[in-house]
């Protein structure tokens, strides 16, 4: 059935908020039913601690003296109807949405499948929404979602049981998945959080991730979000949400995608998945923590929640533990995470010999041994060292030995530095300890796992915290034409971007490759010269090694052989490391610029770093120190130094050149050679969309 857009309704339809959304005067069940086991029977369950005004809406069966009418139309002639919860088969939910639009509702949410994620029949009805959506203003959270929860309005707007369970708190979450969404609620709750907002996005037709990060950037009970991702529609745009909040609060991501889930990714949200590395690496730029696995995600953002350090380079953490193996096991984790465990200031080492046996190690870790009365002055000792900028505590819960909670309490407000506790244990105490430093404001966990976990998090986000904007376009970056160009026309290009070449000569033929030879320092590198070509060596189109007329005549054999007519000769670099550096357009994000150690094989290996273009310097010439192979770029053995600031000019002019160029969708240096003299390009490909071969040339 196709639906009947209706005319703009007053009151602020189309405005774009989502309040009344997640805080509506009063709501309507569409496809409400008497069946207890009916979908729409437990969503008007769900509403009885909502304060505002329900209505319920069964065309086969109104009762309206019980609040139970035929149409939504007649449900708000009697009261204000903000959201319509509509529960029906796919293809009558255009025409329900209309019709809640018609009768003034400014947001719906459809729970049903059936949409995108059920095939080309359901894609139709999808489209349907998107059209009344857009057409009407009314905002849609949906289809195929389980709603959302807003304790603090007493609105569960979820047909999941236990739902209505979840408190009120400070943490914020927006998920892909409905199930997510109510998994990490469910967390939260049992580690002592609790929710401001939770969301199950679900296909996503209208409302997206960046439409409630925007909207919870006007709502102050919220101060830590956790944003769960399964695929992106506009990068862009969620990137510069994630940026307009983490000033204010914290943001914590958890990307699906690691290995090879896209086709179920497909079928259960009708989208493909993002690249999992290039949306992780967008949502670090943007200022957001990222996590690997659920529980990372709640201890990370629990602990973001209650405290946040300030914006710095390398925090330090110090750390206490009343017992030896226990705070091992952080410490490891720590240096795992690279998170600085300076040793501690002589002063507070001679305030700790005072407060310890002398056979306690006292340097960072700090181990006091069973726990005691000292355990306070131990904390604030360490949390007043200059180096320390955060403590890591862990402690097994013994409440006839000492108080815990009056111990972390005292030693925190000497120092005034964050403290995150570990409590081990089990029972009512050690719950009721647990507890009781939340609720002064101490993120706690139960292991040193989750200790480290949220040390990480509150790490990463001082960390983010320095990080500089995105930049706008700057405008240097010279304009291309449409191609195709080859090799050697591509490091022209590359050398009006600075970026410094071999000498070489394209030659149209073997006397004009003769007089190369006899020209250029040698050895050389003779290659095929054809814009079509793009990987010449996997067709034989390159010789290396070249110094003598017999080895040139030889070479050019080969490569007519493999149908070169032209060709590239050109004097072979010195011994280096190897790097590609490139920048690709990203379907999703953009312009994205890319630097790894060992060409092709780094790629493989991941060992990867990536940035969204335009990108300032300071972005840049931290890429090379996320490489787990970075020490090569160190002077490893004797070897070349990487200059940072070279390197980084390198990889923004890329990132500029794309951005400026709308036809380009790709151009990589590969390899980028690191050697005594500074860098090279080896090899240039660069692609344009139309025609889809390579380009290199610049428009004169």
Known sequence: MTAVLPTAVPGGLGDGSLDPLFAPRGVAVVGASRNPA????????????????????????PEPAAGIYATIKDASAHGPVDLAMICLPAPGCAAALAEA????????????????????????????????????????????TSGFLAPGHGLTASFVPGAGTVPAGRVAVVAASGGVNHALAFLLTEAGHGVSLAVGLGNAVDITAADVLDHLARRPETRAVALHIESVADGRRLVEAVARLVPTVAVVALVVGRNEVSAF?????????????????????????????????????????????????????????????????LLDELRGAAAPVPELAAETRRVLATLLPPLTYQRNPVDTGRPGPGFAAVLAAVAADPGVDVVAAYALAEPDAFDLVAAVEEGTARAGTPLVAGVGGVGPEV??????????GVPVAPDPTGVAAMIGALLADARAGRRTPMPAAAGRAPLVGAGPWDEDQAKALLERLGVATMPRRACAGRAEARRALAELPGPVAVKLLDASVLHKTEIGGVRLGVTTPDQL?????????????????????????????????????GPVVLCGLGGTTAEALADVSLRLAPLTSAQAGAMPRELAGRTLLEGWRGGPVLDPDAFAAVVVALGDLLYANPQLTEIEINPLRLTARGLLALDAVAVASEPEVPVGHVSE
């Open 553 to 589: 005549e030889a070479a050019l054999d080969a490569l007519e052989a493999a149908g070169a007519r032209r060709f590239l000769v050109e004097s072979m670099a010195p011994p280096g490391v190897d790097l590609v550096v490139g920048s690709r357009r990203d379907p999703v994000f």
């Open 38 to 61: 009916k979908l729409g029977a437990a969503l008007a369950r769900s509403l009885r601690g909502f304060p505002g005004r329900v209505a319920l809406v069964n065309a086969r069966d």
């Open 431 to 440: 719950r009721r300890i647990r507890r009781a430093l939340l609720e002064r």
């Open 101 to 144: 639009a018609a009768a003034g509702a400014r947001a719906a949410i459809i729970y049903g499948g059936g949409f995108a994620e059920a095939g080309p029949d359901g894609a139709g009805y999808q489209h349907e929404l998107a059209a009344v959506a857009a057409g009407t203003g009314i905002r849609l959270l949906g289809p195929n």
């Open 265 to 329: 990714a497909a079928s259960h949200t009708g989208a493909l998945a993002t690249s999992w590395r290039t949306t992780r690496a967008a949502l670090a730029q943007a200022g957001a923590v990222l996590v690997d696995d659920e529980r990372a995600l709640v201890d990370a953002v629990g602990a973001l929640s209650l405290i946040r350090l300030r914006p710095a380079a390398d925090p330090g953490v110090g750390v206490v533990t009343a017992q030896a193996g226990p705070g091992l096991l």
